[in-house]
C-alpha cells in the first residue's frame, strides 16, 4: 500500500455517488421488507396455531430488527446496510471531513427505519378506509364522533401527502436535504 492509499483509494476519494448508485442503493433498502413478510407468511404456514402472532406483530418486529441492524451498521460502518454494500458512507452536513456524531446516527436511523414504518402504516390504513363502507359519501356534523372527522379528513388529505412524498424522492439527488434517505448528512465513496 503507498503512502496515499491505493489507486482506488486516490480515484474515489471526494467523489459523490452518481444518480444511478442511489437508485441501486435505494431499491436495495426496499427489498427488506417484502424478504421479511415473506419469511413470516412460511413460518405461519408451517405452525399456524404457535406463530400466528408473529404474522400479526410482523411489522413491528421487522422495526425492531432493521432499528438494531441499521443501528449497528451506521456505527461500524458510517452507512446503512446497502449503503455500505455499494460502498457509500454518511457524512456530517457541517464537518464532511469527520465521522458522524451520536446525534446524527440516531436520525439517520430514525429516518430509515421509522420513516418507512409510519408510511407502511397510513398506507395500511388508507387501503382500509377505501374498503369501509363508503367513506367518500360520509358528511360530519357538528355532534357527530370526532373519530368519523379524523377519518375523513386523513382519507381527503392522504393522498396528497402521499404524493407530496413520492415527489421529494424523486428530485435529483442534488442536495441532502432533499432525499429523504439523506435526512441528516449526504454520502460519499468509502
Not at 393522498?159 to 413520492?166: C, G, R, S
Amino acid at each position: 500500500m503507498t503512502a496515499g492509499g491505493t489507486f482506488n483509494e486516490q480515484i474515489l476519494a471526494g467523489l459523490r455517488p452518481n444518480f444511478f448508485e442511489l437508485v441501486a442503493q435505494e431499491a436495495m433498502q426496499g427489498a427488506l421488507r417484502p424478504a421479511w413478510q415473506y419469511v413470516c407468511k412460511v413460518l405461519v404456514q408451517t405452525r399456524p396455531g404457535l406463530l400466528e402472532r408473529v404474522w400479526t406483530f410482523s411489522d413491528e418486529l421487522f422495526l425492531i430488527l432493521e432499528s438494531l441492524l441499521e443501528l449497528c451498521f451506521i456505527t461500524r460502518h458510517g452507512g446503512s446496510v446497502s449503503e455500505n454494500f455499494y460502498y457509500l458512507e454518511r457524512v456530517p452536513w457541517r464537518d464532511r471531513s469527520g465521522p458522524l456524531g451520536t446525534r446524527e446516527k440516531w436520525a439517520s436511523v430514525l429516518c430509515l427505519v421509522a420513516v418507512p414504518y409510519l408510511i407502511v402504516k397510513m398506507d395500511s390504513l388508507y387501503s382500509r378506509l377505501q374498503e369501509e363502507n363508503d367513506i367518500t359519501v360520509l358528511s360530519w356534523q357538528r355532534g357527530q364522533d370526532t373519530g368519523i372527522l379524523l377519518k375523513l379528513l386523513f382519507f381527503k388529505a392522504y393522498p396528497y401527502l402521499h404524493a407530496l412524498w413520492e415527489v421529494r424522492k424523486c428530485r435529483p439527488h442534488s442536495q441532502a436535504s432533499i432525499h429523504p434517505s439523506f435526512c441528516c448528512s449526504e454520502f460519499r465513496f468509502q
